[in-house]
Structures are given as structure tokens and as C-alpha cells.
């Protein structure tokens, strides 16, 4: 299915909907979260608006959080803890993600249908939803096709034992001592051990 093509004045109407300034920030943004085939990270967003000129990243980041506590965008994290944006087009925001476990694609399955209910709980919790998030994971066509590739290679040669684990020096630290190595003599003066 093909984006429409993007209507500033439709989204400078949302924005004010929601009560939020039009800026060309917002409208820059909220033109490359509508061109972009799936959801962004916010440096994917921000190297896109860089790409039309000089851009602040702060103004990026607190832009995408404004579009979100608006309604406007949707944040989803399929699980790499890192948040990504997309424009919420009606039940945009109610529909599932396919996350590939492979190569960590994510796709909106908007033409899914799933379906969470509440019936049948003894006693239900006072809570109120305001967003749904459906992940399902598994591999993508791509990772499939390159199953039968990855399979058929051959094992890579085993690697040599590491070399044992050390404790990081911070600065200022006293060198280590070498083993059975030992300790410098302390030169105390006074009853109280103070150094010399």
C-alpha cells in the first residue's frame, strides 16, 4: 500500500488539535516520521533532519516526546531498549509488531488482527489503558532465505582460552603487585602511624 503523500496543513492542524505550536521543527519531523516505511529511532530521525539542514538534537528528542504525549506519534521498543517513533494514523497505535530475532527488523502488521480481552477475570484491576503494545518475534523472509547459507558454512575454528581477566586500574591507582611479590614497607613516625 502507498504513503499518501505528506499534508503540512493536515498536520499543522493535529498539531494544533493537540495543543502544541507548529514550529518547523515539528512539521520537519513530523514529514520524515511520515515518509519513513517503519517506525524510526530517534538518531535515525535526527540524522534525517540533519540532512535537510543544520539540526539540534535536543530539539529532535524533546519533539518526538511532545509528538508522543500528544497522540500524535507512538513510541514502540521491540525489545533492544531502544525507542522507536512512528506517526499515529488512526488505530495506528493498536496494532501488532513483527520483531525479526535475526537481524532486528520490526515491521507494523497493521492488517493484523489481535485481540486482547479482559472477560473472564474473578476481579478486575482499576486501571485505564492507553496504549497497546503486540511484539511477535521470529525470522524474517530475508533471514530465511539466508538460513540454508548459514547452516551449510563451515564452523568457524574454535578460538584460543582468553587471557585471564584483569581488574581495570582507575586513575591514581597503585600499580598491581606481582605475584608472591611482597608488600612495600609503610615508614611510620609517631604514636598515631601517621606516614613520614
Known amino acids: 500500500m502507498a504513503i499518501p503523500p505528506f499534508d503540512p496543513d493536515f498536520w499543522r492542524s493535529r498539531l494544533r488539535e493537540a495543543g502544541l505550536r507548529v514550529t518547523g521543527a515539528r512539521v520537519d519531523i513530523l514529514r ?64 501488532a509488531h513483527f520483531v525479526c530475532d535475526a537481524c532486528g527488523e520490526l515491521r507494523c502488521l497493521s492488517d493484523a488482527m489481535i485481540t486482547v480481552s479482559m472477560k473472564g477475570r474473578e476481579k478486575p484491576d482499576r486501571f485505564k489503558i492507553t496504549q497497546q503494545d503486540v511484539y511477535l518475534h521470529g525470522t524474517c523472509e530475508t533471514c530465511l532465505d539466508d538460513e540454508p547459507a548459514v547452516r551449510a558454512a563451515p564452523a568457524a575454528p574454535a578460538k584460543a582460552a582468553p587471557a585471564p581477566r584483569t581488574r581495570p586500574s582507575s586513575p591514581g591507582a597503585k600499580p598491581a603487585r606481582a605475584a608472591g611479590a611482597k608488600p612495600a614497607a609503610r615508614r611510620t613516625t609517631g604514636k598515631r602511624g601517621r606516614r613520614a
Open 32 to 95: 520524515i516520521l511520515h515518509g519513513a516505511p517503519l517506525p524510526l529511532t530517534a538518531g535515525e530521525a535526527f540524522a534525517a533532519i540533519e540532512a535537510l539542514g543544520p539540526a539540534d538534537r535536543v530539539t529532535v528528542y524533546r519533539t518526538l516526546n511532545s509528538l508522543v504525549e500528544s497522540g500524535i506519534a507512538h513510541r514502540v521498543d521491540p525489545g533492544d531498549r531502544v525507542w522507536r517513533y512512528g506517526l499515529v494514523a488512526g488505530e495506528h497505535h493498536h496494532h
